[in-house]
T-cell receptor, first 117, second 114 residues
Framework: AQTVTQSQPEMSVQEAETVTLSCTYD???????LFWYKQPPSRQMILVIR??????QNATENRFSVNFQKAAKSFSLKISDSQLGDTAMYFC??????????????FGQGTILTVHP | KAGVTQTPRYLIKTRGQQVTLSCSPI?????VSWYQQTPGQGLQFLFE???????NKGNFPGRFSGRQFSNSRSEMNVSTLELGDSALYLC?????????????FGPGTRLTVT
C-alpha cells in the first residue's frame, strides 16, 4: 500500500515571499503520478500541479513548481511570489498508473498555509 | 464547461437512517471517484466508477455503496448511519481511462449525523 506523508501541519509566509511545502511518499510501484491539490476555506478542492513519475523534468505551473526526487521519494511544492489567495490547505496526493488502482488518490494529511499581508 | 456538481450541499440525518448523495461529473468525463474527508482520518477513498462499473473500492464497510448511471452521474448511499459517518463527502471526475489522470473535485456534501 502507498503512503503519503506531509510533515508540516502548518506553515506561514509573508505576501510576495517564497514558501516550500514538503511531501514524501512510499511505494513499490515504478509508474505513478503525484499531485498537489489546494483546498481553500470554501472547501472546493483545486488541482495545483501534476507530475508523472517517468518524467525527470520538474513540473511548473506559473508561480507553482515542484522538486521531484524519485530516488528519495520526495515531492515538494514551491510557491513563489505568495499571494493572499494562496491561503489554503494543501494536499499532496499519489496515484498508481493503471493496474487495480483506478481512480484512487492517496492523500497526505495536508499542510495549512497562511499568507500574511 | 461546468464543473463537478454535488447535491445536496448540506444534509442532517439521524442515526440509523440512510442517505443518498449525488454527483454530476464534468461533461465528457466517464470516471467518478468518491472520498470521505474528516478531521481525524483526512481524505479517504471510498470507490470509483467507470462506465457504470465499480472498478475500485476503499476500505469502508458494506453500508457504503454507490452506482453510476449511463450518463456518468453517480450516487453514493450510506445505510444505517452512524455518528462517525459525519463528514464532507467529495466526488471527483476524470476523463478515464488513460491520460490524463488528474481528478476534478466537486464542492462536496457536508453530512451531519445526529
Amino acid at each position: 500500500a502507498q503512503t503519503v506523508t506531509q510533515s508540516q501541519p502548518e506553515m506561514s509566509v509573508q505576501e510576495a515571499e517564497t514558501v516550500t511545502l514538503s511531501c514524501t511518499y512510499d511505494t513499490s510501484e515504478s509508474n505513478y503520478y503525484l499531485f498537489w491539490y489546494k483546498q481553500p476555506p470554501s472547501r472546493q478542492m483545486i488541482l495545483v500541479i501534476r507530475q508523472e513519475a517517468y518524467k525527470q523534468q520538474n513540473a511548473t505551473e506559473n508561480r507553482f513548481s515542484v522538486n521531484f526526487q524519485k530516488a528519495a521519494k520526495s515531492f515538494s511544492l514551491k510557491i513563489s511570489d505568495s499571494q493572499l489567495g494562496d491561503t489554503a490547505m494543501y494536499f499532496c496526493a499519489f496515484m498508481n498508473a493503471g493496474g487495480t488502482s483506478y481512480g484512487k488518490l492517496t492523500f497526505g494529511q495536508g499542510t495549512i498555509l497562511t499568507v500574511h499581508p | 464547461k461546468a464543473g463537478v456538481t454535488q447535491t445536496p450541499r448540506y444534509l442532517i440525518k439521524t442515526r440509523g437512517q440512510q442517505v443518498t448523495l449525488s454527483c454530476s461529473p464534468i461533461s465528457g468525463h466517464r470516471s467518478v471517484s468518491w472520498y470521505q474527508q474528516t478531521p481525524g482520518q483526512g481524505l479517504q477513498f471510498l470507490f470509483e466508477y467507470f462506465s457504470e462499473t465499480q472498478r475500485n473500492k476503499g476500505n469502508f464497510p458494506g453500508r457504503f455503496s454507490g452506482r453510476q448511471f449511463s450518463n456518468s452521474r453517480s450516487e453514493m448511499n450510506v445505510s444505517t448511519l452512524e455518528l462517525g459517518d459525519s463528514a464532507l463527502y467529495l466526488c471527483a471526475s476524470s476523463p478515464g481511462p488513460g491520460l490524463p489522470y488528474e481528478q476534478y473535485f466537486g464542492p462536496g456534501t457536508r453530512l451531519t449525523v445526529t
